[in-house]
């Protein structure tokens, strides 16, 4: 079994609508991440944790909100979806700064 | 703040040509990490390689090498005999030596590998 999951892979939803992204860990790690990628911006990243108890704002965090459930999810939620939200969004796990981010297998979200 | 440039936007080559992935760091820090990471066609981003700036070690595992040098910041990536299996996107991403840092990549290079 994967050690990173993340639900849905894909999801087509319309503006406006809310929608959340869930992220589930087994590697037992405290920190985890969400990054989105669009084409030729590399990888950006939106919110981190590094704790059940810590949340931090990334480079791009307007428009996006979290929860960190447990130590082993990670939920990232836009609460009103818009068009150029449609991206490949990753969540990320580690357990240190120093330590190697393992990525889950990424959710493809489209905003018509 | 960190910067990693990865000036090679596409890289187009021939089956068996060896071909290497620039990448180019910016920080202030002495203490640092650096990545590389592999996205195939499938999405998926593969961990690849993970350095310390305290090792300029050049490191080879099968046909892919590494390239780390502090007095250039950079940190290049060389596919020896190239296979269409390693098409794909690579990413170089920095981390500092900071329990409370994050990664920052590169824009990443895709690399199409012809048979």
């Known amino acids: 079994d994967a050690d990173v999951t993340q639900t849905p892979r894909n999801r087509i939803t319309k503006t406006g609508k809310r929608i959340m992204l869930e992220c589930s860990q087994t590697?037992?790690?405290?920190?985890m991440y969400w990054y989105r990628q669009d084409p030729g911006l590399g990888l950006r990243l939106i919110y981190y944790s590094f704790d059940v108890k810590d949340i931090n704002k990334g480079e791009i965090s307007d428009g996006y909100s979290v929860s960190r459930q447990a130590q082993a999810k990670f939920s990232l939620s836009l609460e009103s979806a818009i068009p150029n939200q449609t991206a490949l969004y990753f969540c990320?796990?580690?357990?240190?700064?120093?330590?190697?981010?393992?990525f889950g297998p990424g959710t493809r979200l489209t905003v018509l | 703040a960190q910067k990693v440039t990865q000036a090679q936007t596409e890289i187009s080559v021939v089956e068996k040509e060896d071909v290497t992935l620039d990448c180019v760091y910016e920080?202030?820090?002495?203490?640092?990490?650096l990545f590389w990471y592999k996205q195939p066609p499938s999405g998926e981003l593969v961990f690849l390689i993970r350095r310390n700036s305290f090792d300029e070690q050049n490191e080879i595992s099968g046909r892919y090498s590494w390239n780390f040098q502090k007095s250039t910041s950079s940190f290049n990536f060389t596919i020896t005999a190239s296979q269409v299996v390693d098409s794909a996107v690579y990413f170089c991403?920095?981390?500092?030596?900071?329990?409370?840092?994050?990664?920052?990549f590169g824009k990443g290079t895709m690399l199409l590998v012809s048979p």
């Open positions: 920080t202030r820090d002495t203490t640092y990490y």
């Open positions: 991403a920095l981390s500092l030596y900071s329990g409370y840092s994050t990664l920052t």
């Open positions: 990320a796990t580690n357990s240190g700064g120093k330590d190697t981010q393992y």
């Open positions: 590697k037992g790690h405290d920190r």
